[in-house]
Structures are given as C-alpha cells and as structure tokens.
C-alpha cells in the first residue's frame, strides 16, 4: 500500500463542491491542491489553501494532482470527467454520471481506456443506514425481503449557483437531483427491476415530484417518490420501510432514533450503524455533516492505495442507473408501464 499523499484537484466549488472538499481536507493522507472554478467568491469559499484555477483545462494543464473530482453542475460532468481521465487521473464524479445514455457511453469509453480509477459518487450506497440495509438483506439476518418503500423530499434548493437546478435543460428537474438517489440504492439493494410505471407533477423546474413503482422478476415489490414542490421551511427527508420475512427496518430522520427494528413479540429497536460524521458539510445545504460524502471519499482513495477498481459503485451501475430513471420519465410521459 503506497504512502504517497494524493494530491486532490476540486473541479466546482458551489455547495457540493465544498461538500467534497471538507471531505478531502478530513481525510488522512489527502491533500485538497488545486481547485477549478469561474466565479472567484465560490473558490475563496474553499476550505485549506488549493491552488485556485477559472477552468479544469488551466488546472489539468497546470497543477499537480493525482485525483479530479467533479462537482459541476451536471451538464459539465462529461467534459470535465472525460478531460480528467484523458489527463491520466483517478476521476471521482458526483451524480447523475449524465442526463442521456449517450453521455454517459462515452464517459464509460475514456474509462476504458486507461488505467485509473473512475467512479460516480452514489452517496447512497455508504450511508450508514442504507449501508446497514444492504448487509441485513444480503446476508440475510432477518430473513428475504419481500418490499421496500423510500421516499425523498425537500424544498426546491435556493443554494445553487445561478439556480441551475431550476432549468430542467441543465439539471432534469427532481429526477436527476434528488430522486436518483433512490433509484440507484434500488438497482443496489434489490437488482434490476422488470418493469416501471411512474406519475409525476411538473412545476416551473420541470418535474418536480415522481413516484415510481417497480416489478422484479419475483413476487418482491419496491415504490419511491422523489419530490422538492414543498415550500423553503418544509425540512429535508430521507426515508424509507423495508418488510423482511422476519422484521421490518424503518427509517425516518427527525426522530431520536432514525433507524427502527421491528421484531414479533418485541420492543422497536433502535440500530445505530458506526457514527459517519467527522465535521460539518457546509451552511446552506441540506445535509448537516459529511456523513457517506465522507466514507465515499474514503473508498475511492483506499481503492486508489490498494491498487484496485471500485466495486460497491462502478460507472456502468451509474450508467444503468441513468437508464432506469429514464425510463422511468418515459413512463410518466405516456402513461404506460415501461419494460427494461
């Protein structure tokens, strides 16, 4: 396992983007060095002292670094992601991989084709909770499971630069920001679906809530809504009910005890996976800590050190991903159940 520090280059530096780069500041062995991003105010917002870049081309050309992370907003995911790899450099990029199949396939191609690491930032899949899910199910400790319910919402996000994510052109509405993140743990948890039928209410960022329900291959069922139509004090909340052949795991935030087990003939029983929070994420956004940001981050530079590709994420999961969120617009759009 090598000792070198690896020198880490920020491509964004709006709230995500500073999301990441505490992370990276955190994180031992790590060096948060050039940051790329046009608007002056934003770069000097970073934390630590990084070489500061207008453009990601100027700080390939330029800064030494080992790592690009991109934290654009995602109409620039390919561009600055595919630069990176082409340079020769460890790419982690934040979700979604791209808006269209296109996009992401040559995103795939430029990871192909060399040999560091790429990988798009699911947080969901290092999330304490969901982690835990994912365990209990695949070992199978409370038996198989038979559905799974999850839900995202959140007020239409006022922290973005420009307030991109309110132009369905540039960001896709709740699908590609928000929802995505339910879509992709349901691919993780629970395998490709059959086939998806979803609803949806359009608002003046373009969709702004959707609810999906799936069919498996199976007797196992799963349903997920991704909304932001909610005013700017509604809080923010992830949740979700998995029902077990033998106990039901529930999660909801704003209680003392978010993740809740359910047994025959018991009590609920609190589970509190291992503590994720090493500091604060930032102000103004909709997480309070680094939480999975913080254990992803760890991930794709342990699979750095160690010589070896990500796997509990990989692009062509991103990709699928992608698909299955499309097809799920589809859906809304004609009114049909879509089969994948």
Same mark, same amino acid.
């Given at each position: 396992?090598?000792?070198?520090?690896?020198?880490?280059?920020?491509? =964004?530096?709006?709230?995500?983007?500073?999301?990441?780069?505490?992370?990276?500041?955190?994180? %031992?062995?790590?060096?948060?060095?050039?940051?790329?991003?046009?608007?002056?105010?934003?770069?000097?917002?970073?934390?630590?002292?990084?070489?500061?870049?207008?453009?990601?081309?100027?700080?390939?050309?330029?800064?030494?670094?080992?790592? +690009?992370?991109?934290?654009?907003?995602? %109409?620039?995911? %390919?561009?600055?992601?595919?630069?990176?790899?082409?340079?020769?450099?460890?790419?982690?990029?934040?979700? $979604?991989?791209?808006?269209?199949?296109?996009?992401?396939?040559?995103?795939?191609?430029?990871?192909?084709?060399?040999?560091?690491?790429?990988?798009?930032?699911? +947080?969901?899949?290092?999330?304490? @909770?969901?982690?835990?899910?994912?365990?209990?199910?695949?070992?199978?400790?409370?038996?198989?499971?038979?559905?799974?319910?999850?839900?995202?919402?959140?007020?239409?996000?006022?922290?973005?630069?420009?307030?991109?994510?309110?132009?369905?052109?540039?960001?896709? =509405?709740?699908?590609?920001?928000?929802?995505?993140?339910?879509?992709?743990? &349901?691919?993780?948890?629970?395998?490709?679906?059959?086939?998806?039928?979803?609803?949806? &209410?359009?608002?003046?960022?373009?969709?702004?809530?959707?609810?999906?329900?799936?069919?498996?291959?199976?007797?196992?069922?799963?349903?997920? @809504?991704?909304?932001?139509?909610?005013?700017?004090?509604? $809080?923010?909340?992830?949740?979700?009910?998995?029902?077990?052949?033998?106990?039901?795991?529930?999660?909801?935030?704003?209680?003392?005890?978010?993740?809740?087990?359910?047994? %025959?003939?018991?009590?609920?029983?609190?589970?509190?996976?291992?503590?994720?929070?090493? =500091?604060?994420?930032?102000?103004?956004?909709?997480?309070?800590?680094? =939480?999975?940001?913080?254990?992803?981050?760890?991930?794709?530079?342990?699979?750095?050190?160690?010589?070896?590709?990500?796997?509990?994420?990989?692009?062509?999961?991103?990709?699928?991903?992608?698909?299955?969120?499309?097809?799920?617009? @589809?859906?809304?759009?004609?009114?049909? &159940? &879509?089969?994948?």
């Amino acid at each position: 396992m090598s000792e070198k520090t690896l020198r880490v280059g920020l491509v =964004g530096t709006g709230f995500m983007g500073r999301v990441h780069a505490n992370c990276w500041v955190a994180l %031992p062995g790590a060096e948060l060095a050039a940051i790329a991003d046009p608007t002056a105010e934003s770069r000097e917002k970073c934390p630590g002292a990084p070489e500061q870049f207008e453009d990601w081309a100027t700080m390939l050309a330029n800064a030494d670094i080992d790592i +690009v992370d991109v934290c654009t907003p995602t %109409p620039w995911h %390919p561009g600055a992601a595919i630069a990176g790899l082409e340079a020769g450099k460890h790419v982690l990029c934040e979700k $979604p991989m791209a808006l269209t199949l296109p996009e992401c396939d040559e995103m795939l191609r430029a990871g192909e084709k060399t040999s560091a690491n790429f990988m798009i930032a699911h +947080v969901i899949r290092f999330w304490a @909770e969901y982690a835990y899910l994912k365990e209990a199910v695949a070992s199978g400790k409370y038996g198989k499971l038979r559905s799974f319910t999850c839900l995202r919402r959140m007020a239409v996000p006022m922290y973005n630069w420009e307030m991109w994510t309110h132009d369905e052109k540039r960001a896709g =509405g709740i699908p590609f920001e928000g929802h995505i993140h339910d879509v992709d743990y &349901v691919r993780y948890l629970m395998g490709d679906p059959k086939s998806v039928y979803a609803v949806g &209410v359009r608002d003046s960022t373009g969709i702004g809530q959707m609810w999906a329900s799936y069919t498996f291959n199976d007797e196992r069922r799963c349903s997920a @809504e991704g909304s932001w139509g909610y005013q700017p004090n509604y $809080p923010f909340q992830h949740a979700f009910v998995a029902v077990l052949e033998d106990a039901v795991l529930d999660l909801s935030l704003g209680r003392d005890n978010p993740l809740l087990l359910y047994r %025959p003939n018991a009590e609920p029983e609190p589970i509190k996976p291992e503590p994720q929070s090493v =500091g604060s994420a930032d102000e103004g956004g909709n997480i309070s800590d680094l =939480g999975g940001y913080y254990k992803e981050i760890e991930y794709f530079a342990a699979c750095i050190r160690d010589g070896v590709k990500p796997s509990i994420t990989t692009p062509q999961d991103a990709r699928e991903s992608v698909r299955l969120l499309l097809a799920q617009i @589809e859906s809304m759009e004609t009114g049909q &159940v &879509v089969t994948l």
